[in-house]
């Protein structure tokens, strides 16, 4: 399980499956032990938050910041409408577990 949140923790997110091909090397070696950053399908996140703590910034170079309304933090970069660029912590496996979200993106 792969999971991650704002700063302020008013946003939770999770990727259930991260493929090792989508994880680059480089990526992975300049992490830490547990914390990176991933391009997965946008349909493989799952968010956890009110509707309304979630916002959309439409940047010049065509990408889309989703970022919590309340913290500031970036959650997800929509880089195409299937791909997004997410930061997450792998925190285990956990069969049993169901996702919580209020919605799915």
Known sequence: MYRGSCNCQAIQYEVDHIDERDADNETLSLADTRTFRVTVSKEQLLIDCAPSALATLHEANGETHHVCNLCGSVIYVERSPHSVV????????????????????
């Not at 997410?86 to 993106?105: A, M, N």
């Open 86 to 105: 997410v930061e997450v912590t792998y925190s285990g496996h956990d069969i049993l577990s169901e996702p919580h979200c209020q919605f799915v993106i």
